[in-house]
C-alpha cells in the first residue's frame, strides 16, 4: 500500500513538473500586450520602442513668439497678451493708409483652413474675367461630383449662371463651391494667387476636403489688401470681388461689434477682413488652433486706429 502511494507521489510530481516546463516554454515565447499612452504592443524580453518623434522641422514651440523685424511694438504687445501662450496662431495687422503693421506668431508653418479658401478662389475668378477667360455670362454644369451631400440648392445635370454660383459659394455652398473650383482649376488658383502675395498657400481641388487649404495668415492678408489696393486686379474687378466678402453671411468673432465697410471670410480656426470706418481702413488676418480669442482680438486692434 506505502509503495502504491510512493509512486503515485512520484507520477503527480512528474506529470506537474512537465505541466511546468510547458507552461513556462509558452510564457517566454507569448507576446504581452501592455497598454501605454502609444497604444504599443510590446514583446516580453524585447527593449520598448520609443514612440514617433517628429523632425525638428515640425515640432514648434507655443511658447516661442516671434515678432517679425518692423512690427509696430505696442501693437505686438497687445497681439501677443490677447492671444496667450496656450495655443498655436499667428495674427498679422496691416495699417492700409500707411506703412505701419504687425506680424506676431508661435508657428510660421502654413495651416489647414476650410471655409476661408473662399479668399482665394473668389479672387482667381474674378482674375479670369478681368482677362476674358470667364464672363459674366458664363454658365457651368454642376456634375455629380460636385454634389456636396445635404446641399439641395444646385441639381447635377443643370447649369448655372457664374454670378448665381459666386454668390451661393459666399452663402457657404460647397457645391458651388466645388464647379467653380472645378472649371478655374486648382493649379490655376495657386498660380493666381501667386502673384497676389500667397507664396505659402496651396488651394486642393475639393471644399469637402478638411482642410480645403494649406495657408498663412500673412497670405491671407496679403491677398486681401492686393485687392484693397487694386495691385493686380482693376479696381473694376477688384470691387466685386471685395462686394462678395462683403456679402458674407457668417461672420467671424474677429468682427464681431465693429463698424463701418467690412470685407471678410471665415471659418473656425481662421478669418481675414479689412475694415474701413471713416479715415481709418485696416486689414487683420489671423489663424489659431482654436477661436476663442478672436472676439478680443478683433475689439483690441480696431482699438489700434482710434
Known sequence: MKNKIVVGSLIAALLSFMLYSANLKRVENTSVHIVSPQNKVVKKGAAAKKGHEPSVAEVEYTADVKVESGS??????QIEQVMGKDKSYQVCVQDLNSHKFARVNNTVKAHGVTASSRLYLLAAIYYQEQHGK?????AIKIKKADRVKGEQMLKPGYAYGIAYLKQAMMHGNKTAANALLRKVGPNKVNEIIDQMGATKTKVG???????VSMTTATDLANVTSNLYQNRTLSR?????????????????????????QIYTVSDSKSAVAIVQNGAHAYCMS???SDDAAFANLGQTINRFFK
Open 134 to 138: 470667364l464672363t459674366s455670362r458664363t
Open 286 to 288: 489671423v489663424w489659431c
Open 236 to 260: 473694376q474687378y477688384a470691387n466685386l470681388a471685395l462686394g462678395a466678402l462683403n456679402l458674407t453671411r457668417s461672420k467671424s468673432q474677429l468682427v464681431h461689434g465693429l463698424h463701418g
Open 205 to 211: 481641388s475639393k471644399f469637402t476636403a478638411d482642410p
Open 72 to 77: 509696430d511694438k505696442d501693437w505686438a504687445q
